[in-house]
């Protein structure tokens, strides 16, 4: 791998990184502190285009929509027809009420992936082009649930036939609250950091990296729980099940109260389990070929 290979990795890597701690952070409600993770990262690796969208992400989901809108317009200029942002932005734009802004920012996109026809469906359903939308959004069976939800819609409405109201669903409370050692102690930022660069290098197949990732975080932590935990995810990503199911019962004896780490137990245990080999049934019995070759029975031959 040339030097320009290998720094273009590093920085692709280093992005990726912040990006998944600035996620982690958010999910934790530190909004304040994820937003700082990616306005540095944006510094020092010369604004790349998957932190901005993260940072625009951020600031969407915080309610900042104006700061969000002009970040994406400052990176579309830097990076003009970036089909991510233009994505973005539009979507950005429609959920603000301006379908014909949203309109304008996609016209010179080229894409034909269901993701960009399912948007400009939507563009259309918001101008009441009903027609339209129905012809943007094309073949239903490479739509999401949404799209095809939104284009069956448009289509009644398109035909003149009355639309049925949907069936409202209610959300169950969730009751997924972690207990044991990982609630009571809360860990260093350091130690959640390197769990969630770890499930990155995992989703990216680089299990190698993952586990030497959490290896180095166990050498600087201990054998928190949580590490345990996030080694044990680790080694179920790469098939390695027995090393899993130990790892699941070390956190379990450490940390036995914590309903993620019991069922990560249950679930290795099962698919750990002795497989009874299914036994190969016999084969019957040869005829006879002949009345003589049969006991018992008068042979008619002379």
Known sequence: M???????????DAAARACAWAARLADDGRVGHAR????????????????????????????????????????LRAHPGEPGVVLALARLLLSQGKPGEAAAVISDVGDDGHEFRELVGEICRAQGR?????????????????????????????TGRRVRPA???T???????????????????ELLESVSWAAQLSTEKRHDEARAA????????????LLLRAAAQAEDEAGGRNAALYL??????????????????????????????????KPPPAMPNTDQDRPGTLSLRR
């Open 2 to 12: 040339s030097a320009g290979a290998g720094g273009a990795t590093d920085a692709s």
């Open 36 to 75: 700082d993770v990616l306005l540095k990262a944006m510094d020092d690796l010369g604004a790349p285009v998957t932190v901005a969208l993260r940072l625009a992400q951020l600031e969407t989901s915080a309610g900042e929509q104006a700061r969000a809108g002009q970040l994406l317009h400052d990176v």
């Open 130 to 158: 009903h027609a339209d939308a129905v012809v943007a959004f094309g073949d239903p069976r490479t739509l999401s649930v949404h799209g095809r939800r939104l284009r069956r819609r448009s289509w009644w409405l398109s």
């Open 167 to 169: 069936k409202a669903v």
């Open 171 to 189: 959300a169950k409370p969730g009751t997924g609250k972690e207990t044991g050692a990982s609630a009571t102690q809360p860990p260093p930022d």
């Open 214 to 225: 959490l290896a180095d975080a166990i050498g600087v932590h201990g054998r928190h729980p």
């Open 248 to 281: 699941w019962r070390e956190a379990h004896r450490i940390a036995p109260g914590d309903a993620l780490i019991a069922a990560g137990l249950a679930e290795s245990s099962v698919d750990s389990g002795p497989r009874r080999a299914v036994p190969t049934p």
